[in-house]
């Protein structure tokens, strides 16, 4: 079972630079989200879709956007990236957002680096 | 503000040793609360979730307590193998439907 597959696991970027991160989940989840990960805090929600066709900002959406693209897949786009959004990047998936036991799935990460 | 605190940041314990983690939050509403292993390099597994009705849940030799009261839970870690050494991460749920709030993590290296 694959489960939640983010492609690529590293990246380096220079200040400017646009790149998507990838996400594909296998387990027929209706929920996807998008969190960082930087030294020293929690993650933070950055963007979720709760179902096919809608998405929401979570808190820390500057500088971010994404699409739904399908049930499976869930891309996040940096436009112009900063070293600010030098981070480690989680996608996630959920049978249904907002269940009072929902389990979150996660992928492996990309670790990006902002020049 | 909604909060979470882990304590200790770190601890460094011997094969076959328990530990203990610990977790309080200042969230309200509160809805459920759950820990999460995460392996370096890894993205977080999740250990348990358990309501505000709920006490104890295990896991193997994972067991974590929930006090509604005093906003506190603990993660107790039976007879340390090497493969427990993680990042453990305290996440709690407000109100269905919104946001959860993530701890720093306590990192918990398991020497031979």
């Known amino acids: 079972n694959a489960g939640v597959t983010q492609t690529p696991k590293f990246q380096v970027l220079k200040t400017g630079q646009s790149m998507t991160l990838q996400c594909a989940q296998d387990?027929?989840?209706?929920?996807m989200y998008w969190y960082r990960q930087d030294p020293g805090m929690g993650l933070r929600l950055i963007y979720y879709?709760?179902?096919?066709?809608?998405?929401d900002k979570g808190e820390v959406p500057n500088g971010y956007n994404v699409s739904r693209l399908n049930k499976r897949e869930f891309s996040l786009r940096l436009e112009s990236a900063a070293p600010s959004q030098t981070s480690v990047y989680f996608c996630?998936?959920?049978?249904?957002?907002?269940?009072?036991?929902?389990?979150?799935?996660f992928g492996s990460g990309t670790q990006l680096s902002v020049l | 503000k909604n909060q979470v605190e882990q304590s200790p940041q770190s601890l460094i314990i011997l094969e076959g040793k328990n530990c203990t983690l610990q977790?309080?939050?200042?969230?309200?509403?509160?809805?459920?609360l759950r820990w999460y292993k995460q392996d370096t390099g890894r993205g977080p597994v999740s250990l348990t979730i358990?309501?505000?009705?709920?006490n104890t849940k295990s896991n193997g030799r994972y067991t974590a307590t929930l006090d509604a009261d005093t906003k506190q839970s603990s993660l107790h870690i039976t007879a340390s193998q090497l493969s427990d050494s993680a990042s453990y991460i305290c996440?709690?749920?407000?109100?269905?439907?919104?946001?959860?709030?993530f701890g720093k993590g306590t990192t918990l290296s398991v020497s031979s």
């Open positions: 996630a998936s959920s049978v249904v957002r907002g269940l009072t036991n929902e389990k979150l799935f």
């Open positions: 387990m027929n989840h209706n929920s």
């Open positions: 879709s709760a179902s096919e066709g809608t998405t």
């Open positions: 977790c309080n939050y200042t969230v309200s509403p509160f809805s459920n």
């Open positions: 358990m309501t505000f009705s709920e």
């Open positions: 996440v709690v749920s407000g109100q269905a439907g919104t946001a959860l709030i």
